[in-house]
């Protein structure tokens, strides 16, 4: 990947819960990365069930780089060569309290992803959003290249 480049960022949304956006998430990242792409995977939501798609613990690491606390620290191996996640917990939830009290708080993951995209060279990043209408999921709005909203096939989630 060349320097000039930006990495694709694709979020996985949708207000409703359980329609599979944590299963896509993981499972494109993991496809690209099987293809020999480098790839972030970022779990926005309080569930944290990245890592428990993974087989990983939840460390919270997205509450710590989102306000600030550490950078390319955050990121941790999956288990998977060339994918790389930064999980959420139930710290989650403290982020998104301290992003609504700043004016600018739906800037922020997008200026973090590019701090840690100058840093490292992914071809991808992929982010797993909460379902519900809040500051994570506009800010994924606002960072995003691509967006992918995943439905159940039944009556009322169409």
């Known amino acids: 990947m060349s320097n000039k480049q930006q990495p694709r960022i694709v979020a996985f949304l949708n ?42 613990e939840k460390t919270g690491a997205l509450n710590r780089l989102l306000v600030g606390e550490v950078g390319t620290a955050a990121i941790t191996p999956s288990g998977r060569e060339r994918l790389e996640v930064v999980l959420g917990d139930k710290s989650t939830a403290k982020t998104k309290q301290i992003l609504s009290g700043d004016p600018f708080g739906v800037f922020k993951l997008r200026e973090t992803l590019a701090d840690l995209t100058r840093q490292r060279p992914y071809e991808a990043l992929v982010l797993d959003v909460a379902p519900g209408a809040d500051i994570l999921q506009l800010a994924a709005l606002v960072a995003c290249t691509h967006f992918v909203v995943p439905v159940s096939l039944e009556h009322l989630a169409l």
């Open 15 to 56: 207000q409703k819960g359980g329609v599979g956006k944590t299963t896509s998430a993981v499972t494109v990242a993991h496809l690209w990365a099987l293809e020999g792409k480098r790839i972030l995977l970022l779990d926005l939501d309080a569930q944290g069930n990245v890592a428990d798609s993974l087989g990983l």
